[in-house]
């Protein structure tokens, strides 16, 4: 790709970008959220088209009209955002416009087995007529990549593809991104997790403000140079936590209990806590989430907030008490993705902005405009809607609602997903800011070195159980690894 350019309106997305894979290699491409790094990659995929430049592909000018002629060229992409019909099966999924049959049938049987194959080469084992939306998003992202096995892919685009994995999936991940660059495919690695970088890349490419800032051999670069690369600074910490002595109880729960997810779960979350929760996938951790932000009700147990047994009867009644979710899926449970950044922003403090029926909307804006500074969001202005912001702004949305509704506790369901490191330290440092404030925070991460960097007090759920209570100051993964897989008291 060379001199790629995009704008969108009020702002230049690619300003001459370049940028070049070679067969068999994978080619690490990296920048802070709003970099560039999605927009290229969809104008490699046809998703979008480019305002000037050129795409080679073997050597040759390509015009690529679309997304299924970059497929049928060897171009797959794998979103950050999944791309899945939630009512089809894992299989239909799989198989989606490319169906085996014949007379205008689809043969479900060789449907169905394709699938399995497919999977089966990643290891993972899940029943191809499950439907999508019955599964976790761990799970999805796998259909995701097994989807894009389809034909002899000649370039693979995987954007954040560990972002909810396990790490035995990520284990299984990179051994099949192995055979597949063993076998000359070429694979565009885009993430965030620093430590994956020098793990499976042979070069990487870091862009900067929609422009190219260097492209380095793995081998000649460290980490702490690349976040220099990616952020025009250096980031000293990665993990800034300043811990302070907690003050009185905020939160309580005891025994609390859901058929099939939670199993007799307790614990206290003091004001200036952070208090975290890891485990494996379906220990439950979400689910504990969604039970004290009122979006499930529990089968049994208590909550009780400053003391007061508490019982919500919805999210509306949780966050009218104080409590509020960032949740896991952004885009489904987060955002109204077609309002503007202004609309989300203020939407849980609508009721205070409204004087006869009439939203207040100088107050809205200012309100609005207040967390977009404060957080960094990049937006051309607020009246952006925020489908079109990318994924790490999308996240400040989320986070940036809840401050301005000046919520007690703030449940975090994996707060730092899809965020580049430089806006991680951004939100480290807020949270820190909060928990000074007197907040207290329930914070789930599926990266561990966050989980030990950043709390005051660790959680490890197993099976739905609480498994161990373990103070984070000494503590180290392998104990919190080990009683995630039951091996601990």
Request: hydrophobic share 45%; proline share 4%; aromatic share 2%.
């Amino acid at each position: 790709m060379q001199g790629i350019r995009k704008s969108f309106p009020g702002v230049v997305a690619l300003d001459g970008v370049s940028f070049d894979v070679r067969a068999g290699e994978v080619h690490v491409l990296l920048g802070e959220n709003g970099a560039g790094k999605s927009t290229l990659m969809k104008i490699l995929s046809g998703a979008l088209a480019k305002d000037a430049g050129e795409i080679l592909l073997g050597g040759e000018p390509v015009h690529i009209s679309g997304p299924r002629d970059a497929h049928q060229r060897g171009i797959r992409i794998i979103y950050q955002e999944l791309n899945l019909v939630p009512h089809l099966s894992v299989a239909e999924n799989i198989a989606l416009g490319r169906e085996p049959g014949r007379f205008g049938l689809v043969d479900r049987r060789a449907q169905d087995q394709e699938a399995r194959e497919r999977l089966g080469r990643l290891g993972v084992a899940i029943d191809p007529r499950t439907p999508v939306g019955e599964l976790g998003v761990a799970r999805q992202q796998m259909v995701e990549v097994a989807k894009a096995l389809e034909g002899e892919p000649r370039i693979i685009v995987m954007d954040e593809p560990t972002s909810a994995l396990t790490t035995t999936e990520i284990h299984e991940l990179f051994a099949t991104i192995e055979r597949l660059t063993a076998r000359g495919v070429a694979v565009v690695y885009i993430s965030h997790r620093m430590e994956e970088v020098t793990r499976v890349g042979h070069r990487v490419t870091v862009l900067r403000d929609g422009r190219h800032v260097a492209t380095r051999a793995i081998s000649e670069v460290t980490v702490g140079e690349l976040v220099k690369l990616m952020a025009g600074r250096e980031l000293t910490e990665h993990f800034p936590r300043r811990r302070t002595p907690p003050g009185e109880e905020i939160l309580r729960a005891e025994g609390l209990s859901r058929a099939g997810v939670l199993h007799d779960v307790g614990f206290t979350l003091r004001r200036g806590e952070i208090l975290g929760v890891a485990g494996l996938m379906g220990a439950g951790r979400t689910e504990l989430a969604r039970v004290l932000a009122g979006a499930d009700r529990p089968d049994a147990g208590r909550i009780y907030l400053h003391g007061r047994l508490i019982a919500a009867r919805g999210p509306r009644d949780a966050i009218r008490r104080g409590v509020a979710l960032l949740p896991e899926d952004r885009k489904a449970q987060g955002l109204v993705l077609g309002l503007a950044v202004r609309a989300n922003v203020a939407l849980p403090s609508t009721p205070r902005l409204t004087r006869l029926g009439v939203v207040d909307a100088e107050a809205e804006r200012a309100l609005a405009q207040r967390q977009v500074d404060e957080l960094r969001i990049r937006t051309p202005s607020l009246a952006q809607r925020v489908v079109n912001l990318s994924g790490g702004n999308q996240q400040k949305v989320v986070l940036a609602k809840w401050l301005a509704a000046d919520v007690d506790v703030l449940l975090m369901d994996e707060p730092t997903r899809g965020i580049d490191v430089a806006a991680k330290v951004e939100i480290y440092e807020l949270m820190n800011r909060l928990t000074a404030e007197g907040k207290a925070i329930l914070m789930i991460s599926s990266e561990l070195p966050e989980v030990l960097g950043m709390s005051d007090r660790i959680l490890v759920l197993s099976r739905g159980r609480l498994a161990a209570e373990i103070r984070a100051d000494g503590a180290t993964q392998e104990q919190v690894l080990a009683a995630a897989l039951g091996q601990a008291s």
